[in-house]
């Protein structure tokens, strides 16, 4: 292969993903949509193809970015409330001197708080 066809392989592999920056988050939520269907059918899940094409329907249907906005504070809430669970759950353990089981649980503890903080990130950028 030269450098030309090369540098426009390369070039052409970028065109998605400047489309998406530029894109609404509806269209950017679409795109992942479109792209979770294409693995599906890499992968022969013929279920999941379905109800992923069902998905990007009802979300051409009714996708807005106030729904999204909703959505994405919806999450938080439940992130939130996992968080609050494993807090209590650690200290119980600790109460009783699980040492094992405290780590285990800080562990996934510091794993929700991530998620919370890409959630929180997310959100932000929804209502730019």
């Known amino acids: 292969m030269g450098v030309k066809t090369v540098i426009v392989f390369l070039m052409s592999a970028c065109v998605p993903l400047t ?4 894109s609404s988050p509806c269209q950017q939520k679409f795109a992942n949509i479109e792209q979770q ?3 599906a059918k890499k992968h022969g899940n013929p279920h999941r193809v379905k109800g992923l094409e069902r998905a990007l329907h009802n979300a051409k249907s009714n996708c807005s970015t106030r729904s999204l ?6 999450d ?3 992130q939130e409330e996992k968080i609050t669970d494993l807090t209590k759950k650690i200290q ?8 094992e089981k405290v ?3 800080e562990r996934e503890l ?3 708080q991530e998620k919370l903080t890409i959630l ?3 959100l932000r950028h929804l209502e730019q």
């Open 37 to 39: 269907i294409e693995q």
């Open 103 to 105: 780590k285990t649980l």
């Open 76 to 78: 938080i809430v439940e």
């Open 110 to 112: 510091q794993e929700e």
């Open 92 to 99: 119980e353990k600790t109460q009783s001197g699980k040492v």
């Open 19 to 22: 489309v998406l920056a530029d």
């Open 120 to 122: 929180q990130r997310d």
């Open 69 to 74: 906005i909703e959505d994405k504070k919806e």
